[in-house]
T-cell receptor, first 113, second 109 residues
Framework: DAGVIQSPRHEVTEMGQEVTLRCKPI?????LFWYRQTMMRGLELLIY????????DSGMPEDRFSAKMPNASFSTLKIQPSEPRDSAVYFC???????????FGPGTRLTVT | KNEVEQSPQNLTAQEGEFITINCSYS?????LHWLQQHPGGGIVSLFM???GKKKHGRLIATINIQEKHSSLHITASHPRDSAVYIC???????????FGKGTSLLVTP
């Protein structure tokens, strides 16, 4: 298996633009997690899905952020409109079991100018 | 929210030294994870444990549920062990992880 795949790896955009980050989990994994990592706050959970259904989105910072999982092999995290404070590395991870080992993607480094 | 504290924040060691990184948390958990993040950013899961001790090569992780404390040990450290080590805990009531701030380890030759 290729592991968790994220795209793009780097994204530079201007304030106010829409940004879409993509994730393909490991085949057969029922749980998908979106995390954000910043120098100030470290790693934070944004949202997670079980069987394509959002279970806990309490970490989503505000309405500008939305996440979807239309099928078992694809998820998106969208920011609209983007702001400079959204600059961070966004990781996607998947696991077979909710309490199981999580496998992380390489991350998307987002810079909003 | 479960508060996760790691110590030390930064650690420099000579090659071959025995290294210990500590993690404490504030409320009951379902499991504790140790993650490794190399410069360049990739995150790898090292251990997931809910009791006792696990060993993988030169790495050993222990957890004491009563004391709400875990340690990650590296024996015979090597420069390739240089990375940030992150402790994360899973809540009793769900699968969300709370993360420590990480321990930045540098092993010099």
């Amino acid at each position: 298996d290729a592991g968790v795949i994220q795209s793009p790896r780097h994204e530079v955009t201007e304030m106010g633009q829409e940004v879409t980050l993509r994730c393909k989990p490991i085949s057969g994994h029922d749980y998908l997690f979106w995390y954000r990592q910043t120098m100030m706050r470290g790693l934070e959970l944004l949202i997670y899905f079980n069987n394509n259904v959002p279970i806990d989105d309490s970490g989503m910072p505000e309405d500008r952020f939305s996440a979807k999982m239309p099928n078992a092999s694809f998820s998106t995290l969208k920011i609209q409109p983007s702001e400079p404070r959204d600059s961070a590395v966004y990781f996607c991870a998947s696991s077979l079991l909710g309490v199981g080992e999580q496998y992380f993607g390489p991350g998307t480094r987002l810079t909003v100018t | 929210k479960n508060e996760v504290e790691q110590s030390p924040q930064n650690l420099t060691a000579q090659e071959g030294e025995f290294i210990t990184i500590n993690c404490s948390y504030s409320v009951g958990i379902s499991a504790l994870h140790w993650l490794q993040q190399h410069p360049g950013g990739g995150i790898v899961s090292l251990f997931m444990l809910s009791s006792g001790k696990k060993k993988h090569g030169r790495l050993i992780a222990t957890i004491n549920i009563q004391e709400k404390h875990s340690s990650l040990h590296i024996t015979a450290s090597h420069p390739r062990d240089s990375a940030v080590y992150i402790c994360a805990v899973g809540a009793d009531s769900g699968y969300a992880l709370n993360f420590g701030k990480g321990t930045s380890l540098l092993v010099t030759p």
